[in-house]
């Protein structure tokens, strides 16, 4: 099993930037891949961002390509979801997610609120 937990969500205005962190344990040595997904009522949970832990190549929605960037630690067990020019259509509840193989690991999600 691998479990994560998230970090950094919170409230700010349109234009601002926010920084959120996932770190993992348990069984990382099996995690290929981690990433975050996003979340609004009413709508399906959609894919923001993705970085290989083995080769750091990243992979980006169009709506998080020039605005976010996803890397990983030197541990290769925590990864970090810079936001910058956030506007309000991002608010949503941010969810890490870990791949190993045909196994998917998701954390307990955090409140990303953008303002206008």
């Known amino acids: 099993q691998v479990q994560l937990v998230?970090?950094?969500?919170?409230?700010?205005?349109?234009?601002?930037?926010?920084?959120?962190?996932?770190?993992?344990?348990?069984?990382?040595?099996s995690v290929e891949d981690m990433g975050w997904f996003r979340q609004v009522p009413g709508k399906d949970r959609e894919f923001v961002a993705v970085i290989s832990l083995h080769d750091g190549s990243a992979f980006y929605s169009d709506s998080a390509k020039d605005r976010f960037i996803i890397s990983r630690d030197t541990t290769k067990t925590t990864v970090h979801l810079q936001m910058n020019s956030l506007n309000v259509e991002d608010t949503a509840v941010y969810y890490c997610h870990a791949g190993s193989g045909v196994t998917s690991y998701w954390g307990q999600g955090t409140q990303v609120t953008v303002s206008s």
């Open 6 to 29: 998230e970090s950094g969500g919170g409230l700010v205005h349109a234009g601002g930037s926010l920084r959120l962190s996932c770190s993992a344990s348990g069984r990382t040595a």
